[in-house]
């Protein structure tokens, strides 16, 4: 403890505006998942694999870690199979979709010496314990790139947002515990900006969500914004405003005032609940590509150098084609592969080794091309019995985020989830 007190110097409390990547390693694609876990460092928030964090000590002198580490959870064999309530996959009364579990345990190690202290520990100092909480609460970098990807051309400052008028109707909306005016809801609810009604949202084609309740009250008053509730936190850019007459989610420059008019601190609140374009971005991203790709067909998956695949980050296929066939170059492979090794680009490297070209086709040459990430998962069988595995295997494949992220950057196509193609990649 007393090592950890004479390094609080290099800790920091993360603000809202402070990128904080938690999801992947900024220079090899490791992530919690992996053998050795994730380290964020505690005084730039960027994130390391067990082979490279070592590299981060050497160059910025920062010791204080938190070690993020995901283990799979063990299903029982006689688990009871839950009946399904909802036409709907992966959700709560749906399917199954047989994706595993993880459980989540997280220290704070300081480096070199990889001395370890458990968290959460009230012996910890109080400043450890606030930034640890601050970057366990905060939305990653890695997915707050991707979700502004998705919405950047879609999401415009509301006309309605600039004159709203609001009714003084004594509403005060409390900082938790609520529930739709019209039925049980507890999710999925919406706060009108015009009279502070309280209403779930639209039910979906599967049966989820609500029970149309806030739209039907635009129907009836022409009120016309509404924020969602469990979206809203400090970083009032990341709440989920939506503009019935304009249908479309949108932005409102006023929306602290509006929100105060309700009595509601939003400094205070935590995220509970998917913005509508988070939910947008999942169903595109996790959509299973297999369904119409070699249907029918038996196809010998491929492991090993050479044989790593990329995932779709949705609408990312051209980058995924193009990149494969790029590494699959001499020349490409010798100099991002063969020539320099990620502990060298890592060096010369800027302070934030995310937005450093160099050091991303780095990273993405050495998941493609080391074999490191293109190892078989296997795929349990839905029609065999439940002790055995089918000899099904895929692999995860890596997903390029960071890369993207540099090559788009400031560029108008790129810079959106919108198709490209492939040519357009070589005119960045």
């Given at each position: 403890m007393e090592l950890l007190r004479s390094n609080l110097s290099r800790v920091r409390i993360p603000e809202p505006t402070n990128r904080i990547y938690k999801h992947e390693c900024c220079i090899t694609f490791d992530t919690p998942k992996s053998e050795g876990g994730l380290f964020v460092d505690m005084n730039t928030f960027l994130?390391?694999?067990?082979?490279?964090?070592?590299?981060?000590?050497?160059?910025?002198?920062?010791?204080?870690?938190?070690?993020i580490k995901q283990t799979k959870k063990l299903v029982p064999e006689d688990r009871p199979l839950k009946k399904p309530t909802l036409l709907a996959i992966g959700?709560?009364?749906?399917?199954?979709?047989?994706?595993?579990?993880?459980?989540?345990?997280?220290?704070?190690?300081?480096?070199?010496?990889?001395?370890?202290?458990?968290?959460?520990?009230?012996?910890?100092?109080?400043?450890?314990?606030?930034a640890v909480d601050a970057i366990l609460m905060a939305e990653g970098a890695e997915r707050k790139e991707q979700l502004a990807s998705w919405t950047a051309d879609n999401k415009q400052i509301?006309?309605?947002?600039?004159?709203?008028?609001?009714?003084d109707n004594g509403v005060v909306v409390p900082p938790s515990g609520w529930r739709c005016a019209k039925c049980d809801k507890t999710d999925n609810l919406w706060l009108n900006l015009t009279d502070g009604m309280i209403l779930c949202g639209r039910k979906n084609w599967d049966g989820t969500g609500g029970n149309n309740h806030a739209v039907g009250h635009y129907n009836d008053t022409g009120y016309p914004l509404a924020v969602k509730l469990g979206t809203i936190t400090s970083d009032l850019e990341g709440a989920d405003v939506f503009s019935y007459p304009e249908d479309e989610s949108v932005s409102d420059p006023h929306l602290a005032q509006h929100l105060a008019f309700f009595g509601i601190d939003f400094s205070s609140l935590q995220k509970t609940e998917m913005t509508t374009a988070e939910r947008e971005l999942d169903q595109n991203t996790n959509f299973d590509w297999n369904r119409i790709q070699e249907s029918g067909q038996e196809v010998e998956p491929l492991f090993g150098p050479g044989f790593t695949g990329l995932v779709n980050l949705g609408n990312s296929c051209y980058l995924a084609a193009t990149m494969q066939i790029v590494f699959s170059t001499r020349s490409f492979c010798s100099r991002y592969y063969m020539n320099q090794s990620l502990k060298e680009a890592f060096d010369i490297a800027p302070a934030d080794p995310t937005v450093d070209l160099n050091t991303q086709l780095m990273k993405l040459a050495h998941g493609l091309l080391s074999g490191k990430y293109s190892v078989p998962t296997p795929v349990k069988d839905e029609?065999?019995?439940?002790?055995?595995?089918?000899?099904?295997?895929?692999?995860?494949?890596?997903?390029?985020?960071?890369?993207?992220?540099?090559i788009a950057a400031s560029h108008p196509e790129f810079s959106t989830m919108r198709q490209q193609v492939c040519l357009m990649v070589f005119k960045v």
């Open positions: 994130a390391f694999g067990r082979d490279c964090v070592g590299w981060n000590v050497e160059k910025t002198g920062n010791p204080v870690y938190l070690h959700v709560d009364g749906g399917f199954d979709n047989h994706e595993p579990e993880y459980d989540e345990t997280y220290s704070i190690v300081i480096l070199p010496d990889y001395v370890t202290l458990p968290f959460p520990s009230v012996e910890l100092p109080e400043k450890v314990r606030l509301s006309q309605y947002a600039l004159n709203l008028q609001q009714i029609n065999a019995n439940a002790t055995n595995l089918t000899s099904n295997v895929k692999q995860e494949g890596i997903p390029p985020r960071m890369f993207k992220a540099v």
